[in-house]
Every structure is written in structure tokens, then in C-alpha cells.
């Protein structure tokens, strides 16, 4: 049995796939997997049962990465799982921008009671005015699943479209539209967009890149979007550049009470995610990541270990193994199944960083100590014995 801790609220849709191996928990002390969305791990002490922790969404920086890499314990993400959903709010965050949409419906609604509003509103009008984004250059920075999309449905909508990722994947490359103008230069988006929105993830090189200097880079009345992280901002720098009118809006979609308080910024409650064909996806992508790899040990999906995908179980049983990535573990690793008499099926070891991952499915009975004389090997960290009787799934 699997015990599952949900620390938000997740998609049924997802949650109802699991099946009578697995029960939800409200006590994160016993569970064997977690599903989260934004909530913050940093600060939960992770039990030592903890085998994986997916997240129903993108964003992984509410997770201590490096302290469950140490431990064993898969993070999985739903890459792409939410992408549309953002897209269409970032189109949403840039006509915002270009009028006073809010600006007019605000009026509307002060003015329900005038008897001549229609005639009125005809002379208000003109308060709301704005501009086309027809014509207008987007910068992209960031060209991963919400980025291209972005990138690709402002072209449609008749935007001149440049691009920055220097880390782009084959995937994304792919996915992009070739009237996307690529750059190797941030300041090259900077000096000649109208609008700029970012589409990276929070860690490390990307936390405060839009600072003082980068905003000073930046066009006049430049329009700047921000539905990944606000860690991205520097947010005082950001507030004098609204105030100062360097940048004429700032669409976010993080609150706080820097972005809160910023005059000519339109914030909204962290929303581009929350639509129901988005939360269905994530749940789904998920809660499948999750069983795969309970139930056979599959990585796919994950953001810190590698991916190791053996399919379904072959032969009686399969052996998964965390270690070290150092020379001779997967020599000391057969050494023991030889020893002990046990044939390969199939086997495959992957490893990133400091941490390795391997997978060995055996064509016959396990005796109950094999795991742990794999432990004891040094620099082995975490092993599971998986018996296809009880687990031998399709996924
Ligand atoms: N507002 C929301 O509800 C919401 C929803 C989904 C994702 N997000 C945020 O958006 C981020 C992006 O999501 P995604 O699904 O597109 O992720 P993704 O992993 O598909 O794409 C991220 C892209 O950023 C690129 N990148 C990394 N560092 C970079 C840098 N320094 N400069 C330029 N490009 C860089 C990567 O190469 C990758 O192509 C997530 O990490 C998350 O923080 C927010
Ligand atoms: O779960 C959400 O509502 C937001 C998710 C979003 O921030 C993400 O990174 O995918």
C-alpha cells in the first residue's frame, strides 16, 4: 500500500487513477509519495519512507531539490501540462497593457445609475484609449513550453516576434515557429521590443535578472510580462520604473506587497495555471509519473534525477538502486546478484550530477536480505525490491 499526501488541492481526474494500492494520507510522516502544487517543502521535514513528490505543474522552486536528491527521492514536474493555459493569459496580460480595458469596465460599473450613461460613456471613452499589439514587437525570454507557444500565437495575432533561450531543447526548437527571430543576445531583446514577457524558471542565474540595469536597457514605455516567478524581478527596481513611466506596465502574476502597491502594474492572484482543462492535465500527468514509478521504478519526468524508463516489468522482479555516480557501483552492484545467483533480464543505470539511478529486472525469486547487501555497498543510498507479481503495470 502506497500512501499518498496531498498538500494542495489536486484534479480528481488525477486522483481517482490511483488504484486500490494506494490511499490519500493527511500525515505527511507516512507517505510514501506527495502531490503538491505551490505549496512551500522547504521548511517540512521530509519523512524517511518518502520515495517521490510530484508536482502539478512547471515550477519546482517550492521543493528542496538537493536535499531530495540526496535522499532518494524522484521530484517529478508536468512539463508543458499547464502551458496553453498561461499562453492564453499572457495574450490576455498584453491587451490588458495595450488599453484600459479595466480602466472602462471600472467605469461602467461606477456610472450604472446615470440615467444617459450611454452618452456618457461616449465622451468617457476616450480615457481608455490605447493601442494595437498588431505591429508591435514581443520579446521572448525563455523559449520552453510556454514560451513557444507565446512566441508562435503572437506571430498569428501579427506581432514581430524575437527569441531568447541559449538553453533551448531539441523539442522546443522544434515546436517554434521559424518567423521567430532567434537572439544570443538578452540585450538584443532589451533594445528593440515593446513588449517583453519571461518564461524561465526560478533557480540559480535567473533569480533577479530583471534588474536595475536590464530595465535601464530596455525601450521607453516598454510593456514587461512576468507569469514564471517574481524571485525574477527585482520588484523596487521594477516600482520606480512604473512610477518614473521607463516601463508603462508591469503584468505579473504573483502578488506581494511590493507588486501589490506598484502604480500602473496589473497583478493578478497567480492564475495563468488555474484553469480547468490546465489542473486536469497537471493532476493526470502527475499522478501517472507518480505510479510508474511506485509501481516499477520508472523515472520519467523528473527534475532531479535522470529519466530511466525500463517499461513494464520483465522477468520476476526488478531491483531499483540510488547511488553515487563514482566508478564500480554497478560492478559491485552484479558482483552481489552473481553471488547470490541472480540472472539480468535487462539493465540500465543513469546518472547526473553527484547521484546515479539504476534499474535491474531479474528472472527469479528475490531472497529477503538482497537489498540489503545492496545497501551496504558504500555510496548506495536507497533500494527497492519490486516484485512483478504484486506490481507489473503498463504504463
Ligand atoms: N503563472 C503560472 O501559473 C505558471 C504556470 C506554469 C509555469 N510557470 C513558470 O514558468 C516557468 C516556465 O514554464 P515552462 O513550462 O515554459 O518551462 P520549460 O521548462 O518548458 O521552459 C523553460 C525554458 O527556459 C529556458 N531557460 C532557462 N534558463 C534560461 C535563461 N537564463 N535565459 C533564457 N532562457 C532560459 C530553458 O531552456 C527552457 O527552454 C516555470 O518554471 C514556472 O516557474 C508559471
Ligand atoms: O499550481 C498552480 O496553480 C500554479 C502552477 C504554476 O506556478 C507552475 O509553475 O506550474
Same mark, same amino acid.
Given at each position: ?13 488525477? =486522483?481517482?487513477?490511483?488504484? *486500490? ?7 505527511? &510522516?507516512? !507517505? #510514501?509519495?506527495? /502531490? ?10 521530509l519523512p ?40 492564453e ?31 456618457l ?15 508591435? =514587437?514581443?520579446?521572448?525570454? *525563455? ?7 507565446? &512566441?508562435? !500565437? #503572437?506571430?498569428? /495575432? ?8 541559449p ?5 522546443g ?18 533594445a ?24 535601464a ?11 514564471a ?8 527596481a ?34 495563468? &495555471?488555474?484553469?480547468?482543462?490546465s489542473e ?15 509501481e ?15 517499461g ?13 555516480n ?20 535487462n ?15 531479474v ?11 545492496i ?21
Amino acid at each position: 500500500m502506497f500512501k499518498v499526501a496531498r498538500l494542495n488541492p489536486i484534479a480528481s481526474i488525477g =486522483t481517482d487513477l490511483f488504484t *486500490g494500492k494506494y490511499e490519500m494520507t493527511e500525515n505527511l &510522516a507516512e !507517505a #510514501s509519495a506527495v /502531490l503538491v502544487r505551490s505549496a512551500s517543502m522547504h521548511e517540512l521535514e521530509l519523512p524517511d519512507g518518502l520515495l517521490a513528490i510530484a508536482r502539478a505543474g512547471a515550477g519546482v522552486n517550492n521543493i528542496p531539490l538537493d536535499e531530495c536528491a540526496k535522499k532518494g527521492i524522484v521530484v517529478f514536474n508536468a512539463p508543458g501540462a499547464n502551458a496553453n493555459g498561461v499562453k492564453e493569459m499572457v495574450l490576455a496580460g498584453m491587451l490588458l497593457a495595450a488599453r484600459d480595458i479595466y480602466g472602462g469596465i471600472t467605469w461602467i460599473r461606477e456610472n450604472k445609475d446615470e440615467a444617459d450613461i450611454a452618452k456618457l460613456a461616449e465622451k468617457a471613452k476616450k480615457n481608455f484609449a490605447g493601442t494595437e499589439i498588431q505591429g508591435k =514587437t514581443l520579446g521572448v525570454i *525563455g523559449l520552453g513550453a510556454i514560451g513557444a507557444l507565446v &512566441a508562435n !500565437a #503572437s506571430l498569428n /495575432l501579427g506581432m514581430r516576434v524575437m527569441g531568447y533561450d541559449p538553453y533551448i531543447s531539441v523539442e522546443g526548437a522544434w515546436s517554434l515557429d521559424h518567423h521567430v527571430q532567434r537572439v544570443n543576445n538578452l540585450d538584443d531583446i532589451y533594445a528593440n521590443c515593446d513588449y517583453i514577457t519571461i518564461h524561465v524558471p526560478a533557480m540559480d542565474g535567473t533569480i533577479g535578472m530583471i534588474d536595475e540595469a536590464a530595465i535601464a536597457k530596455m525601450k521607453d514605455g516598454v510593456v514587461f510580462l512576468n507569469f514564471a516567478r517574481d524571485l525574477l524581478v527585482k520588484e523596487e527596481a521594477m516600482a520606480a520604473a512604473l512610477e518614473s513611466g521607463k516601463v508603462h506596465r508591469y503584468v505579473s502574476d504573483f502578488a506581494n506587497p511590493v507588486s501589490a502597491n506598484m502604480k500602473n502594474a496589473i497583478i493578478f492572484p497567480h492564475l495563468a &495555471a488555474s484553469t480547468a482543462e490546465s489542473e486536469d492535465n497537471c493532476a493526470v500527468m502527475a499522478v501517472r509519473e507518480l505510479m510508474n514509478y511506485l509501481e516499477a521504478g520508472n523515472i520519467v519526468n523528473s527534475v532531479n534525477f535522470p529519466r530511466t524508463d525500463l517499461g513494464p516489468i520483465r522477468g520476476t522482479g526488478r531491483i531499483s538502486i540510488f547511488h553515487k555516480n563514482i566508478p564500480n557501483m554497478i560492478g559491485q552492484i552484479t558482483a552481489i546478484l552473481y553471488e547470490n545467483g541472480i540472472n539480468i533480464e535487462n539493465m540500465t543505470d543513469k546518472s547526473r550530477g553527484e547521484y546515479a539511478y539504476g534499474l535491474i529486472d531479474v528472472d527469479c525469486e528475490f531472497s529477503a536480505d538482497l537489498a540489503d547487501k545492496i545497501r551496504a555497498i558504500d555510496g548506495v543510498s536507497r533500494v527497492r525490491l519490486i516484485e512483478a507479481k504484486n506490481f507489473c503495470k503498463k504504463f
